[in-house]
């Protein structure tokens, strides 16, 4: 199993940057391909961003394409999420997650450990 917790959320203002980490502890980080979602108050999580195993084949939702960069070091047991142009829309809880497969996914049900989530604020 892996254990994930993630930092770097906050408030920012619309145009802002923020950079959210989530560090992984137990089995080894590479053993996973990883990924991000967010769930807004009143929606369900929607993704946000997955990545291989081995850091390759970043795949983004339209929605953050060209604003967020996700990204991986697996020397550091961590994965990153550059989250820049932040707009209001952008208001939700992030959580990573886990899933034993090389290639990213999309799919919430692919996913078997998940983070606590990191607030991230937008205000206008």
């Known amino acids: 199993q892996v254990q994930l917790v993630e930092s770097g959320g906050g408030l920012v203002q619309a145009g802002g940057s923020l950079r959210l980490s989530c560090a992984a502890s137990?089995?080894?980080?590479?053993?996973?391909?990883m990924g991000w979602f967010r769930q807004a108050p009143g929606k369900e999580r929607e993704f946000v961003a997955a990545?291989?195993?081995?850091?390759?084949?970043?795949s983004h939702a339209d929605s953050v394409k060209g604003r967020f960069t996700i990204s991986r070091d697996n020397s550091k047991n961590t994965l990153y999420l550059q989250m820049n142009s932040l707009k209001p829309e952008d208001t939700a809880v992030y959580y990573c997650?886990?899933?034993?497969?090389?290639?990213?996914?999309?799919?919430?049900?692919?996913?078997?450990?998940w983070g606590q989530g990191t607030q991230v604020t937008v205000s206008s």
């Open positions: 990545i291989s195993r081995i850091g390759n084949s970043p």
């Open positions: 137990g089995r080894i980080f590479s053993s996973w391909s």
């Open positions: 997650a886990a899933a034993a497969r090389f290639s990213p996914s999309i799919r919430e049900s692919d996913y078997a450990t």
